[in-house]
């Protein structure tokens, strides 16, 4: 579906000169994705009942875990494109808000400025397509089960990545930005295919099934199993003086290095905040978010058959991914208490949420992977809200401006004339100053999602953390767990910071004086005859119901999963029984 939908939209980007059908394309891209996704839920009773088939000669496989998550980036993929579906502001006229007045009737109004119909993300028609190859990388990348299906998808998913960058052509920081991301991801992807070579080198072969029997195989003392009699084994020893078993956990060092520079895990993280900053928000959604489930999948899978046990004394590649952990607790908490800039702030906080992921990944329990999977869930579904809320947040000031009154003139001139506002408009954390007094709604829920990372309970980002330690602490991780309760508090600060500013501040913002007496006309039509001319004021602009359905969904999910937990913990337990045969 995905494939011929991609070729499809390359015919239709090649014959078409006008630049508004975008968001047409984002609509038709939906719909793929949601089509998709139906396909992969129809094959879940097969997979559940087989424990997965390889399919296209060992290259991909198919299991229960892959199709869960492949579900879960398609839908996730078409929510973030709702943000370009459809116009981010509307005209909403309360006594032509009824069922029959949505369908029977039709509002006609032509100022497009205000409903944002001109804003640049509507312009570009590649947006979509891009999209769809980064969506299909990740969804190779879960199921790969060969060295070089790995590569490829990962490149596949990287490209698309770093184009959906610098997408923006007249945005500097965007461009210099995808810039810095492209550089550094092929140094990471230098490290993966670097790891390939070595790999193959080692065992003579490209699939991970035959890697995994190998490693399985590789601790048997050959020297004392050659003694067996009548065996005929006395030479095998012979032909085995050049391997050591710690070949292969080095060069899958190599290859976690480069995996964990993709899903910026500390020490590889410093590429991040600048990228996240600099690139349009609409960009920085799916850039945090997609790019890191279909990874981390993969490495579950990885750890799981390559890894040794806890009690083994030898050098263990996965030991990489528990100090990893550890510096991305640390580094996520610590440099993100001195942020000013909120896309910034984000970026740290999504490193310290990827070192408890990594913690639930390293330890390689039942308990340990049901609690990784339910936190890269709940942590992908809350990290989406909150930069929906910035993107709904900046739309919502449009008839706004500094009071200067209440500013400082230099802050007012300098927040005024901030780099690339088109495309970010909210980038301080400042300018969320008071915000509460503008919009409750948005505020409140952006409060509940930040609440949520920061593991407040009764909220679902509590039981994401309350599993990963559990987890830790009955595997005798008690240092991990000391220093992951502990950074969990401390960022609670930034978090903190945010909310006293939205709720216990004054704002800094009045209505736009040119604005404050607007008045525009609107025509109701019906079977295209015009009915009345409407004249609507500024509280007649509101967000459209895309941003808010999104929003509030979202919220509801993270503030009531508590009424309701059952479903999802129920499914990350049923999958991690089928992952370890149990």
Same mark, same amino acid.
């Given at each position: ?379 992908? !579904?809350? $990290?989406?809200?909150? %930069?929906?809320?910035? @993107? =709904? +947040?900046?739309? /919502?000031?449009?008839?706004? &401006? *500094? ?69 830790? !602490?009955? $595997?005798?991780?008690? %240092?991990?767990?000391? @220093? =992951? +309760?502990?950074? /969990?508090?401390?960022?609670? &600060? *930034? ?88």
């Amino acid at each position: 579906m995905l494939i011929l939908s991609l070729i499809l939209f390359i015919l239709s980007n090649s014959l078409t000169l006008r630049q508004d059908k975008s968001i047409l394309y984002s609509r038709a891209t939906i719909t793929v994705l949601v089509i998709a996704a139906l396909i992969s839920y129809d094959n879940l009773n097969f997979l559940f009942l087989n424990k997965g088939i390889g399919i296209f000669g060992g290259l991909f496989h198919a299991t229960a875990i892959t199709s869960v998550f492949q579900i879960f980036i398609l839908v996730i993929s078409a929510t973030i494109l709702l943000l370009t579906s459809f116009y981010p502001r509307k005209v909403w006229l309360k006594e032509y808000s009824s069922i029959d007045s949505i369908l029977f009737t039709k509002l006609v109004y032509y100022q497009t400025v205000i409903v944002n119909k001109m804003g640049e993300q509507y312009k570009i028609i590649e947006y979509s397509l891009i999209i769809l190859f980064i969506v299909t990388g990740s969804i190779f990348l879960v199921s790969t089960s060969d060295l070089v299906s790995i590569f490829l998808a990962i490149e596949l998913q990287s490209y698309g990545l770093y184009l959906l960058s610098t997408i923006y052509r007249d945005s500097e920081p965007a461009t210099s930005g995808g810039l810095m991301y492209f550089l550094l991801g092929g140094l990471s992807s230098c490290f993966i295919l670097l790891s390939t070579a070595l790999l193959y080198a080692n065992t003579g072969t490209t699939n991970l099934d035959s890697l995994y029997i190998i490693t399985s195989i590789h601790k048997i003392n050959w020297n004392e199993y050659s003694n067996v009699n009548g065996l005929g084994l006395e030479n095998l020893s012979s032909l085995l003086y050049w391997y050591e078993a710690y070949y292969i956990d080095i060069s899958l060092l190599f290859m976690s290095v480069g995996f964990l520079f993709k899903v910026s895990a500390a020490p590889f993280h410093f590429w991040s905040p600048d990228v996240y900053d600099a690139i349009p928000t609409v960009v920085t959604t799916f850039v945090a978010i997609i790019a890191k489930i279909s990874i981390f999948i993969f490495l579950l899978e990885l750890v799981h058959y390559t890894s040794k046990s806890f009690f083994d004394q030898q050098f263990s590649w996965t030991m990489s991914l528990l100090i990893s952990s550890l510096l991305s607790l640390l580094v996520g908490t610590i440099a993100g208490l001195t942020q000013t800039r909120i896309k910034r702030l984000y970026a740290f906080s999504t490193i310290s949420h990827v070192g408890f992921i990594l913690l639930g990944l390293s330890i390689h329990t039942v308990e340990s992977t049901q609690a990784f999977m339910f936190y890269l869930l709940q942590y992908s !579904i809350s $990290n989406l809200n909150a %930069f929906v809320l910035i @993107i =709904a +947040i900046g739309y /919502s000031l449009y008839c706004y &401006v *500094y009071n200067v009154q209440s500013t400082d003139l230099l802050e007012k001139k300098d927040k005024n004339k901030l780099i690339d506002s088109d495309n970010s408009p909210i980038q301080l954390i400042d300018q969320l100053k008071g915000y509460y007094y503008i919009n409750p709604a948005l505020s409140l829920s952006l409060a509940i999602t930040l609440f949520s990372f920061a593991g407040i309970p009764p909220l679902i980002g509590f039981f994401g953390k309350q599993m990963i330690l559990s987890a830790a !602490i009955d $595997n005798g991780y008690i %240092f991990m767990s000391l @220093i =992951a +309760i502990l950074t /969990s508090v401390i960022s609670a &600060v *930034y978090y903190l910071a945010i909310i006293k500013q939205i709720f216990f501040e004054k704002p800094d913002y009045e209505l736009n004086n040119e604005l404050s007496d607007y008045k525009a006309n609107c025509l109701i039509t019906e079977k295209n005859i015009i009915l009345k001319n409407k004249n609507i004021k500024i509280d007649n602009i509101v967000l459209s119901s895309s941003l808010s359905l999104t929003i509030s969904i979202i919220t509801l999910i993270i503030a009531l999963f508590i009424l309701i937990p059952e479903s999802l913990l129920n499914l990350t337990s049923i999958l991690s029984l089928i992952f370890f045969n149990i």
